[in-house]
């Protein structure tokens, strides 16, 4: 639904060709979110189907489709921002799917969740040192990608720290410590000194 109507609000500001909706959703999205070329005309092609957009005939030395959204598009796509995201029934969620599953394998819950939190924490310095060199003004899109990311991964090492804390409080592990995972939270990311950024993200804002 995202490529879908994202299409249809950026050809509500003109005509243009499927190549041309590919780049400017990866601008507009900061390049965070690639968008795969066969996913763009097979979304193109239904919507055409349901007449929300049309093809206008190009010329002869010109082999592109360009593509312009109707009036029932626009309806659509006005639509679309009026309307709350739903987000339905939680998302299979594979860290939770994990811890879950490790209660009854043999396997130590803490140690999932402290390995995973100390990957969570790294994150957080990953985007808080990328949010340090970031024009707020001139890059506002990628300011706002930051901030949902720095959010919701902060929300993944508190969810951490409960489900930690839920697993000790049950008893039914060992009381021992695992010295080799240390114990870090998100407010420790905000103190601690910022790693390097990975080469994903890096790459991203190019």
């Given at each position: 639904?995202?490529?879908?109507?994202?299409?249809?609000?950026?050809?509500?500001?003109g005509p243009k060709y499927g190549y041309q909706l590919k780049m400017e959703?990866?601008?507009?999205?900061?390049?965070?979110?690639?968008?795969?070329?066969?996913?763009?005309?097979?979304?193109?092609?239904?919507?055409?189907?349901?007449?929300?957009?049309e093809h206008l005939d190009s010329d002869a030395a010109d082999s592109h489709q360009l593509y312009?959204?109707?009036?029932?598009?626009?309806?659509?796509a006005r639509m679309w921002f009026a309307t709350p995201v739903d987000h339905g029934t939680p998302r299979r969620n594979e860290l939770i799917m994990k811890v879950?599953?490790?209660?009854d394998s043999?396997?130590?819950?803490?140690?999932?969740?402290?390995?995973?939190?100390?990957?969570?924490v790294k994150r957080l310095q990953e985007y808080t040192l990328l949010k340090t060199d970031v024009d707020t003004?001139?890059?506002?899109?990628?300011?706002i990608m930051?901030?949902?990311?720095?959010?919701?991964?902060?929300?993944e090492v508190r969810w951490l720290d409960l489900v930690e804390a839920r697993v000790v409080q049950s008893g039914r592990f060992s009381a021992e410590n695992l010295a080799d995972s240390p114990h870090f939270t998100a407010a420790d990311a905000r103190r601690t000194s910022?790693?390097?950024?990975?080469?994903?993200?890096?790459e991203a804002k190019r």
């Open positions: 639904m995202v490529v879908r109507n994202g299409l249809l609000v950026m050809l509500d500001s959703f990866e601008h507009r999205t900061s390049n965070v979110w690639a968008l795969n070329i066969g996913q763009v005309y097979t979304t193109l092609a239904r919507l055409e189907r349901d007449g929300l957009i312009r959204i109707t009036d029932l598009g626009r309806q659509e879950i599953l490790s209660l043999g396997q130590d819950p803490r140690q999932v969740i402290q390995i995973q939190r100390a990957a969570a003004d001139s890059d506002l899109a990628w300011v930051l901030d949902s990311m720095l959010i919701e991964t902060e929300a910022a790693s390097e950024p990975s080469k994903e993200l890096k």
